[in-house]
């Protein structure tokens, strides 16, 4: 009896050593270089949910960083590399270079205490482009040392003005994904052959009647908050939940079921439903 037990300990004990091991190597590590020098850090590059991420301070370093910094209690690293000035926020699906909003679909994450973020965000904060080879795992990263053009610059001011405020008072209380379709809708009927080409134009378009709901009660001129001006930024970047939606509603709150009766449906997030 004393002997199985004893031998259950053991066998107890080796899974406790072996355990820590084997979840660290439960993800796919990735190969990282730019301009050919390889990223080398004990926190690996890795593949989570279909996206490679990198650990912030390393590939950082390895472009160059002249400082970052911490804030624990906004949970957000200030980097500074060659005039660029950059804002990563734990839990963000986006970030802040040159005042540019560069997002992606999963958000920087903190792994073992360490910020993680998708690599072609890093990428794009310092002007750079990235090239992923599926047969070695390997990420490579050209930077000519050029950094993005401001957003002051990049930005056209009346389109982030009337898309940032139609944003606002239609989706202002809804998860910032769905603020992101609802500017994605307006940003591609502007591509549309089927709407005016231009923000402004698509907003206050009245041909079949008024389209957007603020317009006709005067919401579109309420000041729009910072999570509906980041949205609209992200949209300008050419950021799209999807490419074809045209349409949305709330399915609840609808007095007009045109558009649920005539297009298809897409998806839904939060309180609207989209649709093509």
């Known amino acids: 009896m004393k002997k199985r037990i004893a031998f259950i300990l053991c066998i107890a004990m080796t899974f406790l050593i072996l355990t820590p091991t084997a979840q660290a190597s439960s993800y796919r590590a990735v ?15 890795r593949i989570i949910n279909d996206t490679t991420y990198v650990p912030l301070r390393a590939i950082c370093e390895l472009f160059g960083a002249d400082n970052i910094s911490w804030n ?10 060659r005039g660029i000035e950059i804002y ?18 999963e958000p920087v994450k903190n792994i073992g205490g360490r910020l993680y973020l998708p690599v072609r965000l890093i990428a794009a904060a ?41 944003i606002y008072a239609e989706s202002g209380a809804e998860p910032f994904r769905g603020q992101i379709a609802v500017g994605n809708v307006v940003l591609n009927r502007v591509e549309s052959s089927q709407f005016p080409n231009s923000v402004y134009g698509v907003i206050f378009d009245k041909k079949f009647g008024v ?13 729009p908050s910072a999570s509906a001006i980041a949205a ?3 949209c300008l970047e ?39």
């Not at 624990?72 to 590399?81: F, V």
């Not at 053009?149 to 139609?166: A, N, Q, T």
């Not at 389209?211 to 000041?223: C, N, R, W």
Request: proline fraction near 2%; hydrophobic fraction near 35%; glycine fraction near 6%.
């Open 126 to 166: 310092f002007a750079s482009s990235v090239e992923w080879n599926g047969a070695t795992y390997t990420v490579n990263i050209k930077d000519t040392g050029s950094v993005p053009l401001s957003g002051d610059v990049y930005y056209d001011k009346d389109e982030v003005y009337w898309l940032s405020r139609i």
């Open 238 to 276: 050419g950021y799209s939940v999807n490419r074809d939606v045209l349409y949305f509603m709330n399915p609840d709150l609808a007095t007009n079921n045109w558009i649920s009766k005539n297009r298809k449906f897409a998806f839904r997030i939060g309180s609207h439903s989209f649709y093509y």
């Open 232 to 234: 609209a930024k992200i």
């Open 31 to 45: 190969n990282v270089y730019i301009n050919g020098k390889e990223l080398k850090t004990q926190d690996e590059a």
């Open 211 to 223: 389209q957007f709901s603020p317009v006709a009660s005067g919401t579109i001129y309420k000041t």
């Open 72 to 81: 624990e209690k906004t949970r957000t690293a200030t980097i500074y590399a």
């Open 88 to 105: 990563i926020t734990q839990g963000n699906t986006y970030i802040v270079a040159n005042g540019r909003y560069f997002a992606s679909d």
